[in-house]
């Protein structure tokens, strides 16, 4: 997993309530067993006009104009912002994938659904959470500024705005660490692969059969 220190990056606004898994990423493209690939399909009902379906080639996609992500000045957004209730609807840990492959570090809205913001952590995706208040002054600030940057210090638990303020944030410690130390669930595992090992030996020692068995 890639680690999370500090981040500077262009801010697209989606700005809508209650986004749900399906229209992060649509359900029929999830037959795929491999956890990549699926950035291109980000969105994909809002993002272009026609139906698409696996396998389909995107630069064949006419592309919805309208559609945030496909404006010019959003181009290589890496800070998502939106609003309440993101991430609500089906538990599916394919919405982080696909936001993440398609470039995004971090998302900034006023609430998640709990499955989506835990599975964000478990992949490298920063989720923040800030009030209604600060979200919205953070609207206003993109659509007035062309080329909107932040600076996500997650060390400092800051967001630095072009301007130079900050505004804070909360993270639990543990999800912080992983995020600084790019570590997942088989990362927090592999850190103690030594002791496993000597277990496993002691154990094959005390209980030699057990060789026999696990080849069976």
Not at 83 to 92: D, I, L
Not at 125 to 148: K, M, N, W
Request: proline share 7%; hydrophobic share 40%; aromatic share 12%.
């Amino acid at each position: 997993m890639e680690k999370f220190t500090v981040h500077t990056g262009l801010v697209a606004p989606l700005d809508r309530e209650n986004v749900d898994t399906d229209a992060i990423i649509p359900k029929q493209f999830l037959k795929s067993i491999k956890r990549t690939g699926f950035g291109p399909n980000l969105f994909d009902e809002w993002r272009y006009l026609d139906h698409g379906e696996p396998g389909m080639d995107p630069a064949s996609r006419k592309p919805n104009p309208e559609f945030v992500l496909n404006k010019p000045q959003y181009q290589g957004a890496s800070v998502l912002l939106t609003r309440k209730n993101f991430g609500c609807g089906s538990s599916r840990e394919h919405a982080p994938w696909a936001l993440d492959q398609y470039g995004f570090r971090a998302i900034i809205a006023p609430s998640y659904a709990d499955i989506f913001f835990n599975n964000s952590f478990k992949n490298g995706l920063l989720p923040i959470v800030l009030s209604e208040s600060q979200v919205a002054q953070l609207f206003d600030e993109v659509y007035g500024f062309t080329g909107y940057q932040l600076t996500i210090d997650l060390p400092r638990q800051v967001i630095v705005k072009p301007d130079g303020g900050e505004i804070g944030f909360d993270v639990q410690p543990f999800r912080k660490h992983c995020l600084i130390h790019g570590l997942d669930d088989i990362g927090l595992t592999l850190q103690h692969k030594d002791e496993i090992k000597a277990f496993e030996a002691a154990r094959l020692a005390s209980k030699p059969w057990l060789a026999h068995t696990m080849v069976g």
